[in-house]
């Protein structure tokens, strides 16, 4: 491969441009990324990320970077998104944090070849699957929570032995470009790259060949990414937003449920890809529930939202405008609906009477806008729920277990949750993912290891007993094919089925 | 509507309808399967003699007694794979219901191969069937009496709207491919399998890719050369060399080339007689295109052993012959190693020893088996250590394919995904993430609500921790501490709220 040209200096004024705010950021273009792709590359075959002990230092070096900077980044996504300290703490930093000693804890275990259940003919040979990393690996974050977005699958790729290039979203631009200054301080500088591409330019990175790619965003993007990926079959892990759909039972704890959704809908501004979309409400408790939901509200942030330090903003001008538009053209507010332009500021919002056409219902809500719809029972949500794209969550609130049992196996999502909302998608222990039109593959604790890792199956023989294994080879005769048939269903009583082979 | 919208569409109301659901007619379904095989065999051995040339033999050993196998393991383990899988929990969902529950993707659709053409295009339909999706079945419609036996066999024993048979050739796949699928599981080539997953990306549907590539075999000086060659000869020229696992090129030092070839002929004339031609054992090309192509690959190397070929002759009414094949000292340039040979030539390539081996077959694409043949552990190691492939066997070929609890499946350039036991039954179901909670114990949640305070976050990255696994005794008394905590930490909220 020719070597890319150097940047002319047209490129640089180009590579350093100023947002509408007027606040630099540095920008990577493909062709730049082709040369931190050949030092990962060589790093890689030079076999950096395959010891255990490089592998454990590397996360440990991660936990450090988030313990010695926590201020940077609460200050950064403050400046981002005007994310209260508690949600950076909380859902960014402690998250990343706890799965990287997670998987410091049970990175032995997990590099460990498996051994396998053996049939009959294998009894005296090894069968294992053994853990190897893939190469080089793209992680795309969005900028809904971009630093857990980016680290997480980083912990997932570092601990199954790969190198990675990192590519935290141009649209939290302050804290993309902590992690640009941050990540080559802590992490190996040849394995590790933060690259900041724009979203546009993402499928021209894709198609430089990596090994895996993972990409976090909404659809549009993620059908781009992969069919860029197709055209270098590149194996990839997508995690698309979509509606969440939430059904609110008659039978149920309306204060409870309320405080529930409320926290789940508003926090980081509704700017969630795991936050409840819109609200299918049994039309017995509605009026209860959206009273429910503003005395929350008032709990939460106060008289005034924009006062609360609590309470955050919008990302971009574009997400604001998106997000003001569905809201003045669908429903009735019942509560908020305020905006101010110029902080990119939305009252928490809870809109009635929308109806299936409007546009809130069109797209996903990336914004504190929260659509109340009225179902009679659960048969119709669940008709509903199935009309739309499966979606990343589905979520539940009722007393009444075989309403749950039902909302569970009638629909289909990458997750689902009863009485609670978005818990399932922190969990360790859980895989997270989507399904159908919000993904594909998962992530999370072991879920995050098997991803970036290829399972090798390994049979290690002997030479011997070729006296058992004359029976496979040519010329064959029916006196032998019965004699491995027999054998074969004897095995199938006891342990799966055999050749003898 | 096309045929093929009708299939599918056909299909998605019989999945919609939810019958493919139920246990116990996934096991019905596997049943009738079972029935076809064991009724069907003779069917299905002649439609492989005129397709391939396989003897009845060969056909049961190498594509229906796997099959059966499969078929015996899916129903005995289904209820195990199919029932929520449980999971560890952190101290905060300790009273929660956490578990792992498989979930049928939908419209699954197989397009299956020519090689072994029941064997690849019915164990994903177990897999499908199993994982309880409805599946769009294509056979290769380069095997045309094997497509037909399974267009009209099929519909016979398994439900015909949920598991429809499609034929055809090219037009009739990308006619498919417009539709839209829930999975799609391909075998084949990586330029077919690039095209199958640009189709699918534009609807988002995930694929399984099992591909091939140039398998390379290692053959050791240290090890038992004859037993060795036995098994290379065995696993090469199966099937005419058609194999997507067959040892593609041989790896040697010079020193034991000449003993290679001596083994190599001994063992094919033990096999397929002096004249394999004549042979009932012994397979044929597929077809005129793949013949010439293999035939093209002799061009520029030496010739060892065999080399005769035959278009076609019609008294004996076999065609398309080709002698099993050994070429030496083979240059990296030669014609026979740009591409995947699938045909009865085995070139062998001189290495100075295993790190020259291992340089080379670094060099190449990751390939779908790797073979290395040695009676030393530690050559063993390296190879396991050092180089990547989708699986990879020591001292034989092809058999780890037997072995249902080993994944298989490729990596890189040979393919994505795996199958074959439970993997299948995974890799056609969607692992849904399930938290069941109550509507009580809101005292322990009132940390995360805002008004944020700093005290309510003191007191949540206490409870975030590393996942406990305790024993029920543990996990009452954790609890009954966990409600005193709460309390407590209400009672300072609450106290702190009013000071503010």
């Excluded at chain 1, 804290?175 to 590790?192: A, G, K, V």
């Excluded at chain 1, 309306?254 to 049994?282: E, K």
């Amino acid at each position: 491969m020719s070597t890319p040209p150097s940047p002319s200096p047209a490129r640089w004024f180009r590579a350093l441009r100023r947002t509408r705010l007027g606040e630099p950021c540095l920008k990577t273009y493909p062709l730049e990324c082709v040369d931190l792709l050949r030092r990962a590359r060589v790093a890689f075959q030079a076999g950096r990320t395959l010891k255990e002990n490089f592998r454990l230092a590397q996360l440990e070096a991660v936990v450090r970077m988030l313990e010695e900077h926590e201020c940077d980044f609460v200050d950064a996504l403050g400046r981002d998104l005007h994310k209260p300290r508690f949600e950076t703490v909380m859902s960014e930093l402690l998250l990343v944090k706890n799965e990287a000693l997670y998987a410091f804890s049970n990175l032995k275990k997990w590099m460990q070849p498996q051994h396998v259940e053996r049939n009959l003919s294998t009894t005296l040979d090894e069968c294992l699957v053994v853990n190897e990393p893939l190469g080089v690996v793209l992680i795309a974050g969005t900028w809904s929570s971009p630093v857990q977005m980016c680290l997480v699958p980083l912990v997932g790729a570092i601990a199954a032995g790969n190198c990675a290039i990192i590519n935290p979203s141009e649209c939290t631009s302050h804290t993309s470009e902590l992690l640009h200054r941050l990540i080559p301080l802590y992490l190996d500088n040849e394995c590790f790259h933060v690259i900041l591409a724009g979203a546009s330019d993402l499928p021209e990175v894709v198609e430089l060949k990596f090994d895996h790619v993972f990409f976090t965003g909404n659809r549009e993007e993620g059908n781009r990414i992969a069919q860029a990926a197709a055209r270098t079959l590149t194996p990839v892990t997508l995690i698309l937003g979509g509606k969440n759909p939430c059904y609110v039972d008659c039978q149920c704890d309306i204060a409870t449920t309320a405080q529930r959704l409320a926290w789940a809908r508003f926090h980081n501004a509704g700017q969630s890809l795991v936050a409840p979309d819109y609200i299918l409400c049994h039309a017995d408790v509605k009026a209860r529930l959206v009273q429910a939901l503003k005395c929350c509200l008032m709990q939460f942030y106060g008289p005034d939202p924009r006062e609360s330090r609590s309470f955050g903003r919008m990302v971009n001008l574009e997400i604001f405008n998106r997000t003001r538009d569905m809201l003045w053209r669908s429903g009735k507010v019942a509560m908020g609906g305020q905006v101010i332009e110029a902080e990119k500021y939305i009252a928490p919002t809870i809109l009635t009477d929308v109806a299936e056409s409007d546009p809130i219902m069109q797209q996903d809500v990336f914004g504190p806008v929260l659509p109340v719809l009225t179902v009679n029972n659960e048969d119709e949500a669940i008709a509903f729920i199935n009309k739309q794209e499966k979606p990343l969550c589905v979520y539940a609130y009722s007393n009444n277990s075989k309403v749950i049992s039902r909302l569970m196996s009638e629909t289909s999502s990458g997750s689902f949750c009863s009485n609670d909302s978005i818990l399932q998608s922190l969990m360790v222990a859980l895989p997270f993912g989507g399904v159908g039109a919000s993904g594909t593959g998962s992530y999370h604790g072991r879920y995050s290891f098997d991803t970036f890792s290829h399972r090798k199956s390994c049979l290690l023989r002997g030479t011997r007993f070729e006296c058992v294994t004359y029976l496979r080879y040519p010329p064959y005769e029916d006196r032998n094919l019965s004699l491995m048939t027999w054998a074969s269903t004897l095995s199938q009583k006891s342990q799966g089925w055999c050749q003898i082979l | 509507m096309s045929k093929e919208q009708q299939a599918v569409a056909c299909a998605r109301r019989a999945f919609e309808t939810g019958r493919s659901k139920s246990l116990e007619h996934r096991i019905r379904q596997l049943k009738n399967l079972q029935r076809m095989f064991t009724e069907r065999q003779k069917e299905i051995a002649d439609a492989i003699k005129k397709d391939l040339n396989k003897s009845e033999v060969g056909t049961q050993l190498y594509e229906t007694l796997g099959l059966e196998g499969e078929i015996s393991l899916a129903i005995r383990k289904l209820k195990e794979w199919a029932a929520p899988r449980s999971v560890e929990k952190n101290l905060l969902t300790l009273s929660d219901t956490v578990y792992i529950k498989p979930e049928p993707l939908g419209v699954v659709l197989i397009i299956g191969a020519w090689n072994y053409p029941w064997a690849v295009t019915i164990q994903p339909l177990i897999g499908a069937i199993a994982a309880g999706n409805a599946a769009v079945i294509k056979p290769s419609e380069v095997c045309v009496h094997t497509a037909k036996a399974m267009e009209d066999l099929l519909p016979i024993y398994i439900d015909k709207e949920l598991y429809p048979v499609v034929t055809g050739g090219v037009p009739e796949t990308q006619e498919l491919l417009r539709q839209r699928f829930d999975h799609i599981f391909y075998t084949g080539n990586s330029v077919v399998g690039k095209l199958i997953m640009e189709a699918a990306a534009k609807n988002l549907t995930p694929v399984t890719l099992e591909l091939g590539g140039k398998s390379p075999c290692y053959i050791d000086k240290n090890c038992d050369i004859s037993i060795a060659c036995r098994r290379v000869a065995w696993g090469k020229y199966t099937n005419c060399g058609q194999t997507c696992i067959a040892p593609d090129y041989i790896l040697c030092e010079p020193s034991i080339q000449d003993r290679v070839i001596e083994e190599i002929k001994k063992s094919i004339k033990e096999f397929y007689t002096d004249n394999p031609k004549t042979c009932t054992d012994y397979g044929r090309i597929i077809n005129q295109r793949h013949f010439k192509r293999i035939m093209a690959m002799l061009e520029d190397s030496t010739i060892a052993v065999g080399g005769e070929n035959d278009e076609s002759d019609s008294f004996l009414c076999f065609s398309l012959f080709t002698s099993p094949t050994v070429l030496r000292d083979v240059k990296p340039e030669a014609k026979v190693m740009q591409e995947e040979i699938f045909g009865p030539l085995l070139p062998i390539l001189s290495v100075s020893g295993l790190d020259e081996a291992i340089k080379f077959i670094n060099k190449g694409e990751k390939p779908l088996a790797l073979y290395v043949f040695t009676s030393d552990d530690k050559v063993i190691k390296r190879m396991v250590d050092e180089t990547s492939s989708g699986g990879l066997l020591a001292n034989d070929c092809l058999v780890h394919y037997s072995v249902s609890s080993l994944p298989f499946g490729g990596v890189g350039n040979s393919g994505m995904g795996c199958y074959h036991g439970k993997f299948s039954f995974d890799q056609l179901s969607h692992l849904r993430s399930c938290l069941i909670k109550q509507l009580k114990m809101e005292g322990v949640n009132s940390m995360r609500y805002p008004p944020h305070t700093p005290k309510k976050l003191g007191w949540a990255r206490f409870f975030i921790l590393k996942t406990v696994d305790l024993g029920w005794v543990g996990r009452m008394a954790l609890l009954a501490v966990l409600a005193v905590v709460a309390a407590v930490v209400l009672q300072v909220s609450h106290r702190g709220g009013e000071e503010c």
